[in-house]
């Protein structure tokens, strides 16, 4: 069930947005964080980062990646608003992403939101991201 609430003149239900319902930015901000710093120090995270290296390198990352997913969780769009799109494919375009690299991402994200994301959140975020995960798999 996707949780609802009612409008400010009692109207029919609203949609309430991811970010809002997983504690807002303070919370995506923990997420990424919590990703990254399992990316940079988890054995699974070894390719991934050397794909980050070999890319536009690790500096812009967690910034990016936060100022996308505040976008794709209904929040602000950062990342619209700098780059002129949202499109996954093309932010990734520039990678070759192998199946193993999709499920080690995965992996790694499910662990950070284990530890960050309320559990009925995390599980629908984590179908959401398999499916763009899987979507970039390319090589």
Known sequence: M???RRGPNHEASVVIPMID????EAAL????TRFYDL????PEGARIMQMHL???GLA???PEAF???SGFFGGRRYYL???GHMNLREIHAHVAIRLEDAEAWLGLMDRAMAETIPGAEAAQIGQAFRRAALALVNA
């Open 2 to 4: 996707i949780p609802r």
């Open 21 to 24: 319902r997983i504690g807002g």
């Open 29 to 32: 901000h923990a997420m990424v």
């Open 39 to 42: 990316m940079e120090t988890a």
């Open 54 to 56: 070999e890319g536009h």
């Open 60 to 62: 812009h990352v967690r």
């Open 67 to 69: 100022d996308f997913l």
């Open 81 to 83: 608003e700098h780059h």
